[in-house]
Nanobody, 125 residues
Framework: QVQLVESGGGLVQAGGSLRLSCVGS????????MGWFRQASGKEREFVAS?????????YYADSVKGRFTISRDNAKETVYLQMTSLKPEDTAVYYC?????????????????WGQGTQVTVSS
């Protein structure tokens, strides 16, 4: 079993930056692909970014965040990060990290086996 805990959310002005962290425990997440998803109020949860299990893992991004967000991982710290820059009000959402034991780093939510509780990001205009 893997437990995931996100942190780093908060309130930021448009154009600002935040870095989200997701720490894994229970079992090592170093062999898992990791993803970030988000859910805005009244909307479905959507893919944001993912990274495969290798230390120099391949990364994938939703078009809406490409060039602004960066996903990375530190396997020694059992942590995955999401660096968010040039934030926009439409980035406001609860952000979740998730672990995919198959390692593929897919954008498909059902492929992920473990989920965190989420952290709120609010971007003011």
């Amino acid at each position: 079993q893997v437990q995931l805990v996100e942190s780093g959310g908060g309130l930021v002005q448009a154009g600002g930056s935040l870095r989200l962290s997701c720490v894994g425990s229970g079992r090592t997440i170093s062999a898992y692909a990791m993803g970030w998803f988000r859910q805005a109020s009244g909307k479905e949860r959507e893919f944001v970014a993912s990274i495969t299990w290798r230390r120099s893992g391949a990364t994938y991004y939703a078009d809406s965040v490409k060039g602004r967000f960066t996903i990375s991982r530190d396997n020694a710290k059992e942590t995955v990060y999401l660096q968010m820059t040039s934030l926009k009000p439409e980035d406001t959402a609860v952000y979740y990290c998730a672990a995919d034991k198959h390692g593929g780093g897919t954008f498909i939510q059902s492929e992920y086996d473990y989920w965190g509780q989420g952290t709120q990001v609010t971007v003011s205009s």
